[in-house]
Each structure stands twice: as structure tokens, then as C-alpha cells.
T-cell receptor, first 113, second 110 residues
Framework: DTEVTQTPKHLVMGMTNKKSLKCEQH?????MYWYKQKAKKPPELMFV???????INESVPSRFSPECPNSSLLNLHLHALQPEDSALYLC????????????FGEGSWLTVV | EDQVTQSPEALRLQEGESSSLNCSYT??????LFWYRQDPGKGPEFLFT???AGEEKEKERLKATLTKKESFLHITAPKPEDSATYLC???????????FGPGTRLSVLP
């Protein structure tokens, strides 16, 4: 079983809603990631926090906003999303900073209506 | 630009029919190559890390090998429960983000 826990597993939201995805790991990892995955495509990196410092993929729209309250927790705040944002959102972590094996959570299925 | 390709895109095997999946890469460096298994609707599950040409890793019916330009995931006598998408990813240098391949969808028929 994965040690990266994501909630909720499924989320349906309207285009005017504000919601958040949550992720937690207790492996002592110091890098945490958000990936987006569409059907039959590989995961695409959205954000990474390494030692609680954010690195941004500049192609990610501002309607996605990450937050790292501490080294074990990672949130993804969602606001004014579009239907094309419907996807599987994966949280992941790696030991140390960016540079070691990435371990994924089970994902949060997001549907924007 | 760093690129990772995988072939075939999809593979259908009979139970017990051994085969190999390929991961080829054109990258600026190779700090590590990673194999993952992904079941439908779930997150990728880590399988192996390979660091240098000639290295091999094994786990149950799976064996991963690495050369300077590609990696193979050999599946020996597969079972239906091996059906999944297999992803490979390359990290060119330490501290750089992973570059994922598109995956190979494997179906093992009973």
C-alpha cells in the first residue's frame, strides 16, 4: 500500500466552485509533488516543493494554487476550473529533495462540470 | 530536449507468453531510470530504479535491464494480474524533474 495519502478520492465541482485536494506523507520525505494525468497519457508535473520551497511549472494556469503547510502536508487549491481540467491528480513524494525515487499516492479524480 | 519513448504502445499476451517492453531515451544525462506499474484509475506503483548501463533488477516475473540508450522490462510467464500500464521515467541529473515516457498498456489474457 502507498504511504502517500490523498483526499478526496473523487471530487465533482462546478466551474465557479472553490475546492482543495489534500495530500499527506509520513515517510520523512522532503520533496512533494503535484502531477496531473489525463487518460492514456503519462503524468505531467505541475508543482514541486523541495524542503518547502516551491518550484512552478510555468505552463500551469493560476486557477491551480499549491500550498505546503509543513513537510508532511501538501494541498492543491482549485478555483474557477474549466471542464478540460478534469483529470486524475496525483500527489507524490521523494526522500531528500528532488532526485530520488518518487512515490505516488492513489490519486484524486476530479470532474469539472 | 530530453525525450523518452516506449514501445509497443499496447501489447496483448497470452498467459505464460514471455515478452519485453522497451524504453528508449534521448537525454542530456542519465542519473537514473525508473519503472512504474499503473493500474487503471490508480497512482503509479514504483517497481525499479536503474543507474548504470549493465545493471539489472528483478522482482517476481519482472526483470529490468539498462543499456546506454534504452531499458527493457522483461516479463516471464505473465499472469492476468500483470495487466497494467508500465511507465518508464528518466532523471537526467540529480535535482532535475523526471521525464516520463507515454507508457505501454499490457493485457495478459487467461
Amino acid at each position: 500500500d502507498t504511504e502517500v495519502t490523498q483526499t478526496p478520492k473523487h471530487l465533482v465541482m462546478g466551474m465557479t466552485n472553490k475546492k482543495s485536494l489534500k495530500c499527506e506523507q509520513h515517510m520523512g520525505h522532503r520533496a512533494m509533488y503535484w502531477y496531473k494525468q489525463k487518460a492514456k497519457k503519462p503524468p505531467e508535473l505541475m508543482f514541486v516543493y523541495s524542503y518547502e520551497k516551491l518550484s512552478i511549472n510555468e505552463s500551469v494556469p493560476s486557477r491551480f494554487s499549491p500550498e505546503c503547510p509543513n513537510s508532511s502536508l501538501l494541498n492543491l487549491h482549485l478555483h474557477a476550473l474549466q471542464p478540460e481540467d478534469s483529470a486524475l491528480y496525483l500527489c507524490a513524494s521523494s526522500q531528500g529533495g528532488i532526485g530520488n525515487t518518487i512515490y505516488f499516492g492513489e490519486g484524486s479524480w476530479l470532474t469539472v462540470v | 530536449e530530453d525525450q523518452v519513448t516506449q514501445s509497443p504502445e499496447a501489447l496483448r499476451l497470452q498467459e505464460g507468453e514471455s515478452s519485453s517492453l522497451n524504453c528508449s531515451y534521448t537525454v542530456s544525462g542519465l542519473r537514473g531510470l525508473f519503472w512504474y506499474r499503473q493500474d487503471p484509475g490508480k497512482g503509479p506503483e514504483f517497481l525499479f530504479t536503474l543507474y548504470s548501463a549493465g545493471e539489472e533488477k528483478e522482482k517476481e516475473r519482472l526483470k529490468a535491464t539498462l543499456t546506454k540508450k534504452e531499458s527493457f522490462l522483461h516479463i516471464t510467464a505473465p499472469k492476468p494480474e500483470d495487466s497494467a500500464t508500465y511507465l518508464c521515467a528518466v532523471q537526467p541529473f540529480y535535482g532535475q524533474n523526471f521525464v516520463f515516457g507515454p507508457g505501454t498498456r499490457l493485457s495478459v489474457l487467461p
